[in-house]
Structure formats: C-alpha cells, structure tokens
C-alpha cells in the first residue's frame, strides 16, 4: 500500500525530523553569512517621471556630483565588490555589455547622440564607474519588467468604494516622499546626502509598507486591483532577488545592487531571510556615522 504524504503530514514529519536533531545536537553552532551585499537604493539620476512619485531633478553632471560620484565610487572601489548589479532588464543584457564595452574603452561620453538616459543615468554615471575602477568584466542587469503595476485601476476601486481615508493615506504617503526629497534638493543637498536619505530604514519601511500592506486594502472584498498590484510588485522584485543569487558564485563574497530605492527596500527584506547573506551600507564604507 502506498502512503501519500498530505502537506499537514509532511509538516508535521518535518517538524519531528528538526525535533530530533535538536535532541541529538543540543550545542547548535551559529553560522556567520558568507556573503555581503552593499544595497544602494537610488533616485533616478536623469528623473524620466515614470514613477508613481514625481520628484524634482537634479543635476548629475555638475561639476560638484561629478566629484561626489568619484568619491563615493572610490569608496566601492576599496570595499572591493567582485559583481555589480543593476536595475536593467535582464533579458537586455547583451545591450547593456555593449555600452559597457564603450565605457571601459573612454569612447562612451564621447557620443554626442546621447540621450538624457544614456548620459545621466545612474547605472552609467555610478555603476559603470564602478565597476571599471574595480576592473570588473561586466555588469548584470537583473530588472523584470514583465510585470503590470495597475496603480490607477486601484485608486478607482478605492474611490469607487469611498475609502476616503485610505486614499489619504496613499496620498499622503507618496507626497511625504515628494515633498521631503524637493525641499533637500531645494536646499542644496548633496549626492551622498541625498543617496543616505534614500536608504534609511525608515524609508525602506514605508516603501515596503505603501507596497504591501496598504495596496492590498484597495476595494471591497470583491475587488483584488489593490492586492494584484501588490503581488506584482513582489514578483517583480523577487525575480530580481532571484538573479542576483543565481549570477553569485562561491567566490562572490562581497556584491553590489544599484536600483531605485523601492527596489532595494523589498530586496532588503529577502536578504534579512537569507541566513547566508547580510547587508552592508553605503554610509558604513564611506565612514560616515
């Protein structure tokens, strides 16, 4: 007779394994991560307005953020990472190798049919700088864009059902945001000043916390816009979480991730349950207190 291990039996199996090893093994030896990934969560350096949040520009190629952007690539270059990753579309990557080819030969900047993106983009202007300068061969685009983010179909649910205080609450959400990056840009902040704010754990909270908490309340119990966008937003994310293990090799003990700070808060959340990885900051290896 053949037994068939239903999920509650193969749990519980699990559970009585784990029991087991813990009585045989009672000194539990604590195992330190084997690998460190510096998490940059970044504005978009050339704004093309393509987020939900709409914030000021600012301006990456004067002659101050060019000299910020060499002092915090120098910083990298010593914490030494052996791969960069970028938000890029994964499945572009033999794009994203060309430019590359062209950045690491000086023949880059020196095309003046460079649009907006290709000039003030963050993956060229920070990662590209990086990785040259760590002699690395290539950078990997990890971003999976094949992913819907019904954001106005969600605000009509909300205002369809009169969730007038969640809708407050979204709005007030993203103008917190808004608001508080224009006035540090008004202020003069400065690329570094601007890249910590963006990687505050305040900040990660409440983008993880707009992303998956809050979404998924859009609507009446028939309506799942709100939750859809959430688990989008999650796939999205989780597929790019994905690709940096997979493009990872043993020998990989310190990595890079560069992407918009929404992207890195989630991926702060997949590596804090990876027991094999941990988080370094920006602000740890620039000696910043």
Not at 95 to 101: A, H, I, T
Not at 148 to 163: G, R
Request: a negative charge; one cysteine or more.
């Amino acid at each position: 007779m053949k037994i068939r291990l239903t999920p509650i039996l193969l749990v519980s199996i699990l559970i009585c394994c784990k029991q087991e090893y813990k009585d045989e093994n009672t000194t539990i030896t604590h195992v330190d991560p084997t690998k460190e990934i510096l998490l940059i969560g970044t504005f978009h350096y050339n704004n093309p307005g393509a987020d939900v949040a709409k914030t000021k520009s600012f301006d990456i190629l004067s002659e101050q953020s060019q000299l910020e952007l060499e002092g915090i690539s120098s910083s990298i270059k010593k914490y030494n990472p052996t791969k960069v990753f970028v938000e890029w579309p994964f499945k572009e990557q033999s794009k994203l190798d060309s430019l590359y080819r062209l950045y690491k030969e000086n023949n880059y900047f020196t095309n003046d049919s460079l649009s907006d993106f290709y000039l003030k983009n963050e993956i060229f202007q920070l990662a590209f700088r990086v990785a040259k300068g760590n002699n690395l061969d290539k950078v990997y685009g990890i971003d999976y864009p094949e992913t819907q983010f019904p954001y106005q179909e969600v605000m009509h649910d909300i205002e369809s059902n009169n969730q007038l205080k969640l809708k407050e609450q979204i709005e007030k959400s993203i103008a917190h945001f808004t608001s508080g990056f224009d006035n540090m840009i008004e202020s003069g902040a400065s690329l570094k000043e601007l890249t910590f704010a963006m990687n505050t754990k305040e900040m990660r909270h409440a983008s993880n916390d707009l992303h998956i908490n809050i979404f998924s309340l859009a609507g009446s119990t028939d309506d799942f816009n709100g939750v859809f966008l959430t688990s989008e937003w999650y796939k999205r994310n989780l597929y790019m979480w994905s690709l940096i293990q997979k493009y990872t090799s043993d020998s990989d003990e310190r990595v890079m991730v560069l992407a918009g700070s929404s992207h890195t808060a989630m991926i702060d959340l997949f590596v804090k349950e990876n027991k094999d990885w941990k988080i370094k900051e920006l602000k740890e290896i620039m000696n910043e207190k």
